[in-house]
């Protein structure tokens, strides 16, 4: 099994362990949206002519874009939380030494561990926090004209997120948060009927969102 499959497995195990474990001691479950801009990082690669030696030095050159996701998890005491989370990203791109412009799509799915700091504040309404995250990612260039071999997709592959925000107590059940988040995915093997390249794909995202615990 490679590495990144075990990696999953572990993660996954761990986090049923984890649930199964705190289910006697729940605190609460919730469910949140949210949504923002995302800023891929540019990046430089070799584009390839499938079945030949040659290739094209190029990269994409990104537009800001947005992202949305819905996550549900669980509050094992008030400073951590386990929660399994869906993300879409997209934004356009200009190809380097190309005339070409395309949209880019990645789908996440991860699975996150978040702590919770003491709250703040003159009422507590003010929470910061911080966390991570593990799951698997694609990544697709979209757009680039059947006359080159149409549209570039890839596998699902190892993504991690690194997580920051603060948390702002409307009520007991409602709370709306802010956050920043660096999130990345491994090189991906990307190709069409004519092209081929290799590329990763790290974004840093600013979102608004709102939790509601049950």
């Known amino acids: 099994m490679r590495s990144i499959e075990k990696g999953l497995l572990a993660a996954a195990v761990a986090a049923g362990l984890a649930l199964s474990a705190g289910a006697a001691a729940a605190q609460s479950w919730y469910v949140k949206g949210f949504g923002g801009a995302t800023f891929p990082q540019e990046d430089d690669f070799d584009l390839d002519v499938r079945g030949t030696p040659d290739s094209l030095d190029t990269g994409l050159n990104y537009d800001t874009g947005y992202v949305l996701g819905i996550a549900g998890g669980y509050m094992f005491t008030p400073s951590i939380a386990f929660e399994l ?112 390249f290799k590329t990763p794909y790290h974004t840093f995202d600013l979102l608004i969102g709102a939790t509601y615990r049950f």
Do not use: C, H
Not at 93 to 113: F, G, I, L, P, R
């Open 85 to 196: 989370e869906y993300a879409f990203r997209t934004a356009d791109a200009d190809a380097k030494n190309v005339n070409e412009s395309v949209t880019t799509q990645s789908n996440a799915w991860m699975a996150n561990a978040i702590y919770y700091f003491p709250p703040t504040g003159v009422n507590g309404q003010w929470q910061p926090y911080a966390g991570g995250g593990l799951g698997a990612a694609d990544l697709n260039v979209e757009d680039v004209s059947s006359a080159n071999g149409g549209d570039f997709d890839s596998d699902y592959n190892f993504a991690y997120q690194l997580i920051g925000g603060v948390a702002y107590s409307v009520n007991p059940n409602w709370t709306i948060n802010g956050e920043v988040r660096f999130f990345g995915i491994n090189d991906q093997d990307l190709e069409n009927d004519f092209f081929s």
